[in-house]
Structures are given as C-alpha cells and as structure tokens.
C-alpha cells in the first residue's frame, strides 16, 4: 500500500467570546487529507492560533505542496516512523525540529489513514484500552475582574468544575485574578498559564505568591530559552512550574528533565508535530513521576478528536485545557464530538472515529489571498 495524494486547505473557524490568541478573521486552520492507492482516506488538522508561532496557514500550504506532501508520495502510510524520518531529512531541524504545526495536520491525517485501513481506532494501534472521557477546564481570559466572575460563572453552568487561567505580564491583575476564581470554585484544579510572558524577576514573585492564594500549577514563566531561569524557579519548589512552549521533540524533553528544569509537561499534540511525537512526549513524562497535562490550541473537529484519542487512552489525572469546545462556533464534522458538561467524549469509530463534511469543510475554506493566490494545494503520483 501507498500513499497518493496529499491535500491541504485553510479554513476560518469562527468562535465565540474572548480569546487573545483568537484574530477577528476567525480560527485559523489547515485541514489535510492523505489518500492510500485503496481510496481510503486520513484527515488531519493543523492549527495557527494568533500570534502564537512563527507558523502560519500560508507557510503551511507551501511547506505541503512543495516539500512534505513530495516527500511522503509513494510510502507506506503505516510506517509512520519511517515517514517521520523522511520528514525530517526532508527540511532539517534548527535548535530543534521545525514546523510543528504543520506536521501535525499531516501526522493526524497519516494515524487516522493507518486506523481506517486496518479497521482500528487509533488508540487500539498503541496497544491502550477504550479511552476515559477526558474532563475538559473551562479557559478564563479576561481583562477585569468583573469579566473574570461572569467567565466563571458561565463555565459553571455548561458543567465545568475546573479553570485555566491566562496571565502575565501583570502580576498584580493576575494574583486577584487567581483569588477570585479560587473563591468562586475552591475545589478545581486551578492552572495558569503564562505563555512565557514574565521576566525572571517578576516570575520568581509570582512562583511564591501564586502558591499562598491557590494556584495548582503554573505554566511557562518564562521563554523556553530561559534555562537557568526554569532552573532557579524550580528550586524554589512554590508552585509546580510545567513547560508547553519549546518542547517539540522527545528530546527536547528529556534534555529539560536532565537539567531539571520542569516539574511537568503541557502536553500538546499540535505544538510537538502531531501524536506520534505527543504520545512518546507523554510516556517519558508518566515514566519520570512528573506531571502530565492535557493542552491544546484551541483545537477544532479533527485536531479535537485526536486529542481525545490521546488524553482517553493514557488516562490523565487532571483536566485538560482543550477550548476548542469553549470558543468555536462551527463544525465541519458530520456527526460533533460529544460533550457531557465537562465530559469529552473519544470516538470510537476506526482511525480517529469522525467523518469530515466536506460540504460544510468547503463553507469555512478562505478565499485566495495574495501573494499566495491560493487557499487549497494538492500533490499526487
């Protein structure tokens, strides 16, 4: 058996309420498809939230058409470890792997080919059990207080026990932040995340004082970059400090656990290039005692389903910090993914057990933007 045809398009998602990393042009997404010489199909999807990476829809269509959907014509689709290696021989690392997003569309797309030829939910390929439901946190990103209490409040009614937070680089905003929403549920699971917005300096204050008003755990302080200063936040053993941003390879993370630097992982397929790597990432992080957390970028459909896949079938602890139920308004899904409150509920179909409308996936496709001029690519034999 082998691979095709690739395709890729971009899409805009629109969504609902306030979310910093949301852009008024609606979610930003490239759904791709990968097809076997059988006609059986894979769909993926890559993710660009605003002002998040480096990467963008555009990049990513270039980097399918021309360099990644090339190099994987002709291959087996169920030698996923050697289809990765291509890719990396493909476009060499820098620092570390690049164009994660990217990769992601096309790994999500490549598992669920794998599990529709061989009749298989994903999960069942990596040898785990039928998925738990996966207990989502409700995201909280505001800029007053007033706003905070209402954010909370509606999360309450839909369900929601937990909240993710949005901070930095304010701290004093963010330490009343944290107070009123540990008032208003002081049971949850309270996780802020930074997205690498504090200086050292200011970190090290909000390490000891997010730890006298409540804070579970606090997500990336300070730029990955930042290493001794991970180092010096870690021993002061306040808060548990976790990273999201700069993991990308299984490497990456086990060179970050050897300097000591984290007390955890934010675990997120789409930032590490797909479940391939995600799911080596969260075995390394279960077999060294450290915390595994389920994270996401405002995932939509597809993406949403293969962090299900994910989060299900390793059975994390703590709820996961997947939005994309929070925030978008549409699908391009024949049937959506079940939500129960705060419950998340895994396909079980084959691959990752959802059918993509195209009907509905051609009404969220962005028209042709110069210089482009395109918004769909494809690569065949």
Not at 4 to 22: D, I, M, T
Not at 24 to 29: F, L, M
Not at 287 to 301: I, K, N, V
Request: proline share 7%; charged share 20%; hydrophobic share 45%.
């Amino acid at each position: 058996m082998k691979i095709v045809r690739v395709e890729a398009s971009h899409q805009a998602y629109p969504f609902q309420g306030y979310f910093k990393f949301l852009g008024p042009e609606g979610h930003q997404v490239v759904t791709v498809s990968v097809t076997a010489d059988d006609g059986t199909v894979g769909w993926g999807q890559s993710v660009f939230p605003l002002r998040w990476s480096y990467e963008t829809p555009e990049t990513a269509l270039v980097l399918i058409a021309r360099y990644y959907g090339p190099a994987i014509l002709g291959h087996d689709p169920l030698e996923l470890g050697a289809i990765h290696e291509i890719l990396d021989r493909t476009l060499p690392p820098g620092f570390t792997q690049g164009f994660p997003l990217t990769r992601a569309g096309l790994d999500i797309a490549l598992h669920d080919l794998a599990g529709r030829i061989l009749r298989q939910p994903v999960w069942r390929l990596w040898g785990r059990g039928t998925p738990s439901p996966v207990q989502l946190s409700w995201t909280v990103n505001v800029t007053s207080l007033a706003d905070a209490e209402k954010v909370v409040e509606d999360g309450r009614k839909k369900g929601y026990r937990n909240f993710n937070l949005k901070v930095a680089p304010d701290l004093r905003f963010d330490l009343e932040l944290v107070r009123v929403v540990r008032q208003m549920a002081p049971e949850c699971f309270l996780w802020a995340d930074a997205n690498g917005g504090y200086d050292l300096e200011t970190a090290k204050q909000a390490v000891k004082k997010f730890a006298d008003v409540g804070l579970n755990v606090l997500e990336a302080p300070l730029r990955p970059n930042q290493i001794a200063g991970y180092r010096q936040l870690r021993r002061l053993r306040a808060v548990p400090i976790i990273m999201d941003e700069g993991v990308i390879t299984a490497h990456d993370l086990l060179e970050f656990i050897r300097l000591e630097m984290i007390d955890g992982l934010a675990v997120k397929l789409s930032r590490c290039g797909g479940l391939f790597t995600a799911r080596r990432q969260m075995e390394i992080v279960l077999d060294a005692g450290l915390l595994a957390l389920g994270s996401g970028l405002t995932d939509p459909d597809v993406s949403l389903a293969a962090s299900l896949a994910l989060f299900g079938a390793y059975g994390l602890p703590f709820p996961a910090a997947l939005n994309g139920p929070q925030f978008l308004a549409e699908t391009v899904l024949s049937q959506p993914i079940r939500i129960e409150g705060d419950q998340a509920i895994c396909p079980e179909g084959p691959g990752l057990g959802v059918e993509v409308d195209c009907t509905q996936l051609e009404k969220l496709t962005v028209p042709p933007r110069d210089p482009l001029k395109t918004s769909k690519i494809w690569v065949g034999l």
